[in-house]
Nanobody, 116 residues
Framework: QVQLVESGGGLVQAGGSLRLACVTS????????MGWYRQVPGFRRDLVAA???????NYADAVRGRFTISRGNGEATIYLDMVNLKPEDTAKYFC??????????WGQGTQVTVSS
């Protein structure tokens, strides 16, 4: 059983930057894949970026080149550095923890709102 807590969301003007953080605690197992997903009400939750235990990354086409996912010092701590934010980036961003061979866990999300 693990707990994920996201932080760093907020209101920012188009072209601005934010850094999201996800701290995972509890019975953390490795190897694991961590990722950021986002969701707008009425739409599906989509992958934004993911990073595996070997530090291989995967990005959605809409954010590639603008967002960067990275691991922190902890076993399951990740960040999402977002630059040149656009109004279409407005969504609730969720952190996901997926241990190999185990059940995935989600955080409660943090709201990112980008004004035009």
């Amino acid at each position: 059983q693990v707990q994920l807590v996201e932080s760093g969301g907020g209101l920012v003007q188009a072209g601005g930057s934010l850094r999201l953080a996800c701290v995972t605690s509890g019975n953390i197992r490795s190897p694991n894949t961590m990722g950021w997903y986002r969701q707008v009400p009425g739409f599906r939750r989509d992958l934004v970026a993911a990073i595996d235990s070997g530090s291989a990354t995967n990005y959605a086409d809409a954010v590639r080149g603008r967002f960067t996912i990275s691991r922190g010092n902890g076993e399951a701590t990740i960040y999402l550095d977002m630059v040149n934010l656009k109004p279409e980036d407005t969504a609730k961003y969720f952190c996901r923890y997926a241990p190999t061979g185990g059940e995935a866990s989600w955080g409660q999300g943090t709201q990112v709102t980008v004004s035009s």
